[in-house]
């Protein structure tokens, strides 16, 4: 009895032992990985950025990313600052058509028309701005440019922090794509935003490298050369 319990103690032991050596080895790699994904997101994209708008070469059309609206309606600082850069753009020129991708997923909660509507309140023509109700995420945004929208070339407005990952994302898709920063002031959260993107990074790195998934909802083409109240809803 006694060289049973024994035993078994040394298997219980050893089989620590291995699932210790097994975990950190998977901590190893996933670190490596997320390492090595934000390298290459972060060089590949670093030509493609320019400081703002200014320095943009004209490129016919504007994609901004959504961010948050409160409840009450207003948008976040970060969304308000994509979307200055955005009608500064479009008032030198620099782009015809501006695509507003966000998130609409309820009638609730609605990125998109807010967007537009700043926008248009700032001078920007209706007609002139299209609206992407499914934009969930940097994936899908992109994804639905080029494939929903027939988007060719793109100058992307985001903050910096976030450029590097939409232009990986916009340029392996097919898309001529630059981005312009958007950073105009000092974001609360900084650090959680910075945290939050070196996983994104990865995530998409393994999304482009690997696994090319197809966005949450895709749908009819749609004529980015015509009228963008055709998107409106």
């Known amino acids: 009895m006694l060289k049973n319990r024994l035993f078994i103690w040394m298997l219980m032991r ?7 050596k097994l975990l950190l080895l998977f901590i190893l790699l996933s670190a490596g990985v997320l390492l090595f994904a934000n390298f290459s997101v972060k060089r590949y994209s670093c030509s493609f ?20 609206v409160w409840p009450d309606g207003r948008i976040s600082d970060i969304l308000h600052d994509r979307l200055m850069i955005a009608v500064e ?13 966000g998130d609409h ?11 537009k509507n700043f926008l248009v309140s700032n001078g920007v023509q209706k007609e002139d701005v299209f609206l992407d109700h499914a934009g969930f995420c940097t994936y899908d945004s992109c994804y639905r440019a080029k494939h929903i929208f027939g988007v060719s070339s793109v100058v992307i407005v985001t903050n910096e922090f976030h450029l590097p990952r939409a232009l990986f994302l916009a340029r392996n898709m097919g898309l ?23 996983v994104a990074r990865c995530k998409d790195w393994l999304n482009v490298k690997l696994f090319n998934p197809y966005p949450r909802f895709l749908g009819p083409k749609i004529d980015i050369s015509g009228d963008g109240k055709v998107t409106d809803g």
């Open 89 to 101: 753009l479009y008032k030198n020129n620099k782009v015809r058509k501006i695509i507003v991708s």
């Open 49 to 68: 950025v320019y400081a703002d708008a200014s320095s943009v070469p004209e490129c016919g059309v504007a994609l901004v990313l959504g961010a948050k």
């Open 176 to 198: 001529n794509a630059v981005g312009c920063k958007s950073d105009l002031r000092a974001y609360d959260l900084a650090g959680y935003h910075s945290l939050r993107e070196s």
């Open 14 to 20: 050893l089989h620590a032992k291995i699932v210790c």
């Open 105 to 115: 997923g309820t009638e609730n909660y609605d990125e998109v028309n807010t967007m």
